[in-house]
């Protein structure tokens, strides 16, 4: 049976920015947080590869945030996921990142493919003129991007927005003058924003003072509505169907998209959380992930929990698989050393010592090339490792051809700096999570090795 397209029509907006630090997700969030409390049922989106900002603007729409990638994703899966939130919200938002033209594909990419029209935010503290002859090249720079007017932010004085408002071309208004006000700020720390669930109370206040922060603009009015069509997307096996899949999620280990926890499940996979800084140990299970997070900040403590530690190592010994994602990965080797330059005792289960390095890190997009099959990923962290074992393979770089994050393989742990998106490989996410993969003669010789150096 041939694929027939259906259509919705919803409000939407995309918001955008010249670059990063303009505010893009602070003013999402109390928009979210405004149309929340008239009612309204927000649905936000956000641009790219993101845990953090999606944290935050969930807690202030009270809807759940996924991310919008066209490389990582796939143009049918975005399409379908615009489509699916239409039929039920009041309002789509869509946060980009970085510059509105950053990236390949960029915010404009992804905004002009499915005819969403950006409000462009800018911080105008020190220019006035100027910005509105900046947001009127970012206007025209493109003919297949809808501008539908500026967001000045940290706007000072009614003059100040005077002076913008009239240098502005008629075709491209002023749609928010917003003050200078740092109540409604949002608390940051070395790899983005702090996650909500270490500063709930606090975003609820910034989120309210956000409310009167937007308030009496005209971005407050509902945008255009736009029309979403639905997209031919390939039908979910269930390939791991009966598996029991622990995930480690609790201030340390919180880096889990929404998008791979529902493709687990519509694989037939039952998963269960816990935490490996409070629990004494892990629940059974077939599987274990361990995603990425924040291990440097909470390293004395998982050190400490020789319970849970124990509890792991013994998971690893019976060769169940195992899938480590960047500070899950850090988490395996044998010592982490944090900003502080302390040393703490960590799993074990592969070779290597993990170290902060302060500013310097990576990031960016790459497939993680995987015996399984490709999969889409990305990398961001600020740490290094060594002493580890040879690599199977390493990422492959979107843009360039320098290897990309070493991946290996060791007695069915498969660990790297990637952060996977399941759904884009769903077959080679099912084959690690039933440990397609085999235990050799030398896996089992540097398991022993490991053990006998734990014990």
């Known amino acids: 049976m041939s694929f027939q397209s259906q259509s919705v029509s919803c409000p939407a907006l995309f918001l955008s ?21 008239q009612g309204k049922v927000v649905r936000i989106f956000k641009t790219g590869p993101d845990y953090l900002d999606p944290q935050i603007l969930a807690q202030a729409s009270g809807e759940a945030v996924e991310q919008l990638d066209l490389w990582m994703a796939g143009e049918e899966y975005c399409q379908q996921k615009l489509f699916e939130a239409a039929q039920v919200a009041d309002l789509i938002l869509v946060e980009g990142a970085m510059g509105m033209f950053d990236g390949d594909p960029s915010s404009a990419d992804l905004a ?34 809808k501008v539908a007017g500026l967001i000045a932010n940290s706007c000072g004085t009614e003059r100040h927005a ?32 702090v996650q909500a669930e270490e500063v709930r109370e606090e975003l609820e ?16 009015e509902l945008p255009a509505a736009v029309e979403f069509h639905s997209a031919p997307v390939p039908e979910v096996k269930p390939l791991l169907k009966g598996k029991r899949v622990a995930i480690a999620r609790d201030i340390a280990f919180s880096f889990i998209y929404d998008a791979n926890l529902r493709l687990l499940k519509e694989m037939g996979a039952e998963y269960q959380f816990f935490s490996p800084l409070n629990d004494s140990e892990m629940p059974p299970a077939d599987a274990l ?29 019976s060769g169940k698989p195992t899938l480590a994602e960047c500070g899950g990965f850090l988490y395996c080797l044998e010592t982490l050393t944090d900003l502080e330059e302390h040393q703490y005792p960590m799993l074990g289960l592969m070779h290597g010592h993990g170290a902060m390095r302060g500013k310097r890190g990576c990031q960016g997009m790459q497939t993680a090339v995987l015996p399984e099959g490709d999969v889409q990923a990305h990398a961001h962290h600020r740490s290094r490792s060594e002493g580890t074992a040879e ?54 010789l540097e398991s022993d090795l490991l053990k006998s150096m734990a014990g």
Do not use: C
């Not at 913008?164 to 983005?192: C, F, K, Q």
């Not at 924040?294 to 400490?304: D, R």
């Open 289 to 317: 992930w361990l995603p990425g997070g924040y291990p440097e900040l909470y390293a004395a403590q998982l050190g400490q929990n020789q319970s849970m530690q124990d509890s792991i190592r013994s998971f690893h010994d």
């Open 205 to 220: 206040q910034r989120f309210n003072a956000g409310v009167d922060w937007v308030a009496g603009n005209r971005i407050t």
């Open 112 to 145: 002009a493919r499915f005819n969403i029209p950006v409000a462009i935010l800018m911080d105008v503290k020190g220019m006035a003129q100027t910005a509105a002859a900046l947001v009127t090249g970012m206007a025209n720079f493109r003919d297949d991007v």
């Open 391 to 444: 690599p199977i393979s390493h990422g492959r770089r979107q843009r360039h051809q320098a290897p990309g994050e070493a991946i290996y393989r060791e007695q069915g742990l498969t660990a790297s700096y990637l952060h996977l998106f399941f759904p884009s490989n769903p077959t080679a996410i099912a084959a690690i999570f039933n440990g397609a993969y085999e235990m050799s003669d030398n896996d089992r």
């Open 162 to 193: 005077e002076l913008i408002r009239n240098a502005l071309p008629e075709d491209l208004p002023l749609l928010a003058t917003l003050p200078r006000e740092p109540a409604v700020a949002l608390p940051e720390r070395h790899l983005g924003l």
């Open 17 to 37: 920015a010249p670059g990063s630090g303009d505010g893009k997700t602070t003013f999402t969030a109390a928009l979210a947080r405004y149309f929340k409390q």
